[in-house]
């Protein structure tokens, strides 16, 4: 049987093309501003030479602009372009045999006058037809050339001519493309504001926002946005907002009987006065709510609202809609449970539902909703629980409107299922930072986010701390594991959050033995936060967020390098800007008990560091300044007065008036 062979002129051969999510299937991410950097093995029978492009265009637009991939060696080609606008563009690779360059290479070889003359006549034919398809300037000086090559006194001459640059440049811009192999996939790149790569996030629980322990309103969060805004925080995230159900109420400490007054978990979305589209009263007004945004971004600040797509059993979707619960034998409906843990006061969506369409549609429009009282980032809880066709048709709609719209994925559960989220659009990811607290499993873990093909769709946002981790570190680690964590979270990656005030304020006595779950969580009850304590990491962690703000190489995830420390209390990393013009060094000590010392190793080499020279590094946080040489120096850290060092890299540089100056 013989194969089907569209133009077997077509010599190129184009394959392996990075970056590409399972073979095309997904898109990659940016953000505006950012590269895509495209490598291909291209190669073609013979020795002809190959010209490559690479083709980009805005998903809707219809003209591709090309770029002239460059040989790297071994066949392989690279090229990049910027992407300056929201949205979806789409990229793929085109190469061709080039007859004007194949023709220059082999000139440049031939030593026999007779070959030389011959060539230079199939030279100027080649370049008298690209002259008939250029238009003034362009036209005039290819028929010049052309002219030249046809009258070369000698056969230097009619090799400079061939040889010349300006006659290349008009050849690669008006040169035939003749049989050009195009690969067969058009490949995407999901598009997203700054915040998608580089974010800073506060978590709190509203109700808990008065000064006087009374349940919290709307109007008590925007006075909490001054010092949420001098913390340096840019996303300010809620726990649901929506009407609390009565049905099955949990009490404090996730008791299953709720005494009178005790309000809830905001999780057990809907009540008689409303479900996903509305607010719990105590909190205030759709308007309040609408100011509160408007407040926030005049701090700089960005509202996040929490995603839940559960019903407590009083939601009025379980009386409208009975077709999208799941009802049992008895006559109930089935509640949430994970043996042996139950969720009486929840009720979760029967996807199965031979009403499976109108339900997603109705939970599209919870999205627009939101969108359309001012909200632009979401954190979706547990969407792993939800299918996963749902969630590509329902990012993809909202993003198609609005491509602004950031969603984050709050889904700590097994590897494949996360980065299937990311893959079918989420934004960010919660990640298993919180988890991964020696030097062995932080440098494993965070190589693979940064170093492995998942970076290309899977951001992580890291978070030491949430209303449901309460980790055994911090649990026992005092003072030292909460600035160490939160100093790691905010300079391993380039978004990261914590869960406040419990956070800045060392909270850290669990229920129970065992439990990551906090004591007297905010979870079933309200707390009244003393802010001004002077034991508060608010502070230090103000600081932090002012270096991630100062420093470019901070915000951004993919220059992260790992150095060596002769030390496994020790943690020495790197992240750079592109040009090297910014360099932080971090060095950890991840014993929050006992000083700890060593000697780090830095590549110079990769620093842009002369190896006999001096060089100042900055720590940034204690404003200390230390001069260094060579490659290896000796560091010593006491977790008790600050668990780290952010050193900032400051050559030394000679001027002419023969003085040195740190750069």
Known sequence: MSSKIEDGRSRVVIENVRP????????????????????????????????????????????WRGVAMQAIGNDRWRGSFTVDKLGRHVYTVMAWIDQFFTWRHDLARRNDAADIALALRIG?????????????????????FAAALDTASTPEDGKRVGGDAELGELMARHGER???????????????????????????????????????????????????????????????????????????????????????????????????????????????????????REHGIDIAMDIAFQCAP??????????????????????????????????????????????????????EFWIGQGVHIFRVDNPHTKPFPMWEWLIGEIKRDNPEVIFLAEAFTRPKLMHRLAKLGYTQSYTYFAWRNTKHELIEYFTELTRSESREYFRPNLWPNTPDILTEFLQFGGRPAFMLRVALAATLGASYGIYGPAFELLEHVAREPGSEEYLDSEKYEIR?????????????????????????????????????????????YSKSADDLSNIIVVVANLDPHHVQSGWVELP???????????????????????????SRNFVQIDPHAAPVHIFRLRRRIRTERDFDYFL
């Open 528 to 572: 009244a936060w003393d802010l001004d304590r002077a034991d508060s990491l608010r502070d230090y962690i103000a600081r932090l967020n002012r270096i991630r703000r100062e420093n470019v190489a901070l915000q951004s995830d993919w220059s992260l390098r790992f150095h060596p420390v002769d030390n496994e209390a020790l943690l020495c």
């Open 314 to 367: 009083d939601h009025p979707y379980v009386k409208e809609h009975p077709d999208w619960f799941r009802w049992r034998p008895d006559g109930t409906v089935q509640y949430a449970e994970n043996p042996p843990k139950k969720y009486q006061d929840i009720y979760p969506f029967e996807f199965e539902s031979a009403q499976w369409q109108e339900l997603w549609q109705e939970l599209k429009s919870v999205f």
């Open 178 to 296: 003749r049989f050009p192999t195009t690969y067969a996939k058009v490949l995407a790149v999901t598009v997203e504001p700054e915040r998608a790569r580089y974010s800073t996030w506060y978590e709190l629980f509203p109700r808990s926002c008065s000064d006087d322990g009374r349940h919290g309103r709307f109007k008590d969060c925007e006075r909490r946005l001054p010092y949420i805004a001098a913390m340096g925080f840019d996303v300010l995230y809620m726990p649901p907002i929506h009407p609390i159900g009565t049905m099955f109420r949990k009490g404090p400490n996730n008791a299953l009987v709720a005494a009178a007054g005790d309000p809830g978990s905001p999780w057990a979305i809907g009540a008689d006065d409303g479900g996903h589209k509305a607010v719990h009263a105590e909190l205030g007004t759709l308007d309040d709510f609408r100011h509160l945004v408007a407040a926030a």
């Open 20 to 63: 590409e999510v399972d073979g095309g299937r997904f898109a990659i991410k940016r953000t505006v501003g950012e590269q895509v950097q495209v490598e291909a093995d291209v190669f073609a029978d013979g020795h002809d030479v190959i010209r490559c492009l690479l083709l980009h265009r805005a998903e809707t637009g219809r003209a």
């Open 124 to 144: 100027a034919t080649l370049v008298r037809d690209t002259a008939g398809r250029a238009n003034g300037t362009a036209r005039a000086r290819l028929e010049e």
């Open 604 to 630: 110079l080499d990769g620093f842009d560091l002369v190896g006999d020279r001096p060089y100042q590094v900055h720590d940034l946080v204690s404003d200390a300044r230390y001069q260094w040489h060579g």
